[in-house]
């Protein structure tokens, strides 16, 4: 699928995603800055992917992980800095939330400091939530 706003483009294509400039990006995250570029390749390959475009440049990425049926994780929202605040986050998180393949599952996220934001997309909070800490990084 693909969706337009004025110069800017997101799309679900895979194949249009910059494994290079999409760890860059997550190289300017809290959460994404110790993934090496090879583990940036294969979460690209096993995701659905959203890759956020002005013109041929990629200037954001998000993807869920999802068995499309019950379950999608969302993961990895950033937008470029220099085109941050102009609300093309929100954007990318309303076409994962409304994307036909992942609609109808449970979304679950986690974030450190954008529960609000989220709230707006239905998430709430859960005390529910644990994890492993993953080796390597």
Not at 19 to 25: D, E, W
Not at 82 to 96: A, S, V, Y
């Amino acid at each position: 699928m693909e969706w337009a706003r004025g110069e800017f483009v997101i799309t679900d294509d895979s194949n249009r995603i910059d494994a290079a400039r999409t760890h860059v990006l997550l190289q300017s995250t809290y959460w994404g800055v110790r993934r090496p570029r090879d583990v940036v390749d294969r979460m690209i390959e096993k995701s659905l992917c959203f890759g956020l475009f002005l013109g041929r440049d990629q200037i954001g990425f998000s993807r869920a992980v999802t068995d499309y049926t019950v379950f999608s994780w969302i993961a990895d929202i950033v937008v470029a800095a220099e085109h941050r605040g102009q609300g093309l986050g929100k954007w990318i998180m309303q076409c994962m939330v409304d994307h036909p393949a992942i609609r109808g599952t449970q979304l679950v996220l986690q974030t450190r400091d954008a529960h609000a934001l989220y709230e707006k997309y239905g998430f709430s909070k859960s005390l529910a939530l644990m994890s492993t800490p993953v080796p390597g990084l």
